[in-house]
């Protein structure tokens, strides 16, 4: 059953691996609407990692894309650096200067 008080929304968000990840999303990839368990919702979040590549469900994001899922969500690399990071930080908290 769900719980109203999970949260089944992750959108625009920005996640920064420090490792080369296969998966950015640890997700039950055989849930697809079934009555007691849902996916997840995701949509138009950054994802930076070293090489700059993940999946979901042992598939690339191009993939997993493909079948309609995480439409806008992109992946990056490099990570950025500390300064980069803080910026984007900043800028999501509307913070201005240093």
Not at 28 to 52: H, M, S
Not at 53 to 82: F, K, R
Request: with cysteine.
């Amino acid at each position: 059953m769900t719980n109203a008080s999970h949260r089944d929304h992750h959108e625009n968000n920005t996640c920064i691996q420090a490792s080369n990840q296969s998966m950015y999303a640890s997700i039950r990839c055989d849930a697809n609407g079934t009555e007691d368990v849902t996916q997840p919702y995701f949509r138009g979040n950054k994802i930076f990692n070293p090489n700059g590549q993940t999946g979901v469900c042992g598939m690339s994001l191009e993939a997993w894309q493909a079948l309609g899922n995480d439409p806008g969500t992109t992946v990056h690399g490099p990570i950025p650096p500390a300064d980069a990071i803080i910026g984007m930080a900043r800028k999501t908290l509307g913070m201005s200067g240093s």
